[in-house]
T-cell receptor
Framework: GDSVTQMEGPVTLSEEAFLTINCTYT??????LFWYVQYPGEGLQLLLK?????DKGSNKGFEATYRKETTSFHLEKGSVQVSDSAVYFC????????????FGKGTKLTVNP | GAGVSQSPRYKVAKRGQDVALRCDPI?????LFWYQQALGQGPEFLTY????????KSGLPSDRFFAERPEGSVSTLKIQRTQQEDSAVYLC??????????FGPGTRLTVT
């Protein structure tokens, strides 16, 4: 079945620094790809998604591009804020069949002022 | 509008006890999912309903785990004879379409 591997954390950055969190997947066919975020004390929220190769998902200054050739969906943000401190999860939804999501282990991001 | 709600938010059970975890999905959402999240890990799929039909239960770790959604709305995840390895956060999610799943706050189960 599908699997998702993401960059081990924790990641600590200063405010306004550039962020990259790497995510790669192993899948049969063409999965849909997602980034979810979990802020302290809150539930998982969808941050962005891409449903086909070369699509770019974007939201709140975050971006990720679905790269079929490298099976990657890296999350980037040009200038992080303290409020971006959270745990970020990469996930895929396998093509066809069940609608289940397959998650990576999560990457904890802390942004210091 | 109201999001996905789960109850209880915290549950402590002694080993061997049965527990029942409840999920109230967003009104009108056809699909409902249960995930298990161990400490420091990502959520792992347990089971999935479309209306009242359980279409995928491939993630249930043993026959001690049972889920139901009898009227296509509220769902209950039941764990019989709890073991220490069942300690985790149990997440419920619902969706209207094949894309975005909306997650509840989770139930943290601790088995002592």
């Amino acid at each position: 079945g599908d699997s998702v591997t993401q960059m081990e954390g924790p990641v600590t950055l200063s405010e306004e620094a550039f962020l990259t969190i790497n995510c790669t997947y192993t899948a049969t066919g063409y999965p849909s790809l997602f980034w979810y975020v979990q802020y302290p004390g809150e539930g998982l929220q969808l941050l962005l998604k891409a449903t086909k190769a070369d699509d770019k998902g974007s939201n709140k200054g975050f971006e990720a591009t679905y790269r079929k050739e490298t099976t990657s969906f890296h999350l980037e943000k040009g200038s992080v804020q303290v409020s971006d401190s959270a745990v970020y999860f990469c996930a895929d939804r396998p093509q066809g069949g069940s609608e289940k999501l397959v998650f990576g282990k999560g990457t904890k991001l802390t942004v210091n002022p | 509008g109201a999001g996905v709600s789960q109850s209880p938010r915290y549950k402590v059970a002694k080993r061997g006890q049965d527990v029942a975890l409840r999920c109230d999905p967003i009104s009108g959402h056809v699909s409902l999912f249960w995930y298990q999240q161990a400490l420091g890990q990502g959520p792992e799929f347990l089971t999935y309903f479309q209306n009242e039909a359980q279409l995928d239960k491939s993630g249930l770790p043993s026959d001690r785990f049972f889920a139901e959604r009898p009227e296509g709305s509220v769902s209950t995840l039941k764990i019989q004879r709890t073991q220490q390895e069942d300690s985790a956060v149990y997440l419920c999610a619902s969706s209207m379409d094949r894309d975005e799943q909306y997650f509840g706050p989770g139930t943290r189960l601790t088995v002592t």
